[in-house]
């Protein structure tokens, strides 16, 4: 039972943290357009799966840890894993920046 409760509290951490960091991301990079191109304009769904990929890399490898659900099974992405999606989600979060070009 308090492994069940520890659970679901920890998804709804999850879910919270995903929020959050999917808004503040969503907020500076609009700032950020907004600077570069001097037009606001809504981003693309390139950045909501390079976002998403970017707080995978970033739960995995330290949210996780620090979390009310411990378990055996909670291990860090590789490095080769964790480069691979960091790049993939940076290159994802550029796209509206270059196709604004």
Do not use: A
């Not at 606001?40 to 909501?48: A, N, P, Q, R």
């Not at 995995?60 to 691979?84: A, E």
């Amino acid at each position: 039972m308090v492994k069940l409760l520890s659970f679901v509290l920890e998804l709804l951490r999850l879910l919270v943290l995903l929020g959050l960091t999917l808004f503040l991301l969503g907020k500076l990079q609009q700032f950020v357009y907004q600077i570069i191109c001097g037009e606001s304009t809504e981003i693309g769904i390139t950045f909501l799966f390079g976002s998403i990929l970017l707080f995978l890399v970033l739960y995995r490898n330290y949210f996780q840890f620090k979390g009310w659900y411990k378990s055996d099974m909670n291990r860090k992405l590789d490095k080769y894993t964790t480069r691979t999606y960091t790049i993939i989600s940076l290159g994802l979060l550029s796209v509206p920046f270059w196709m604004s070009i």
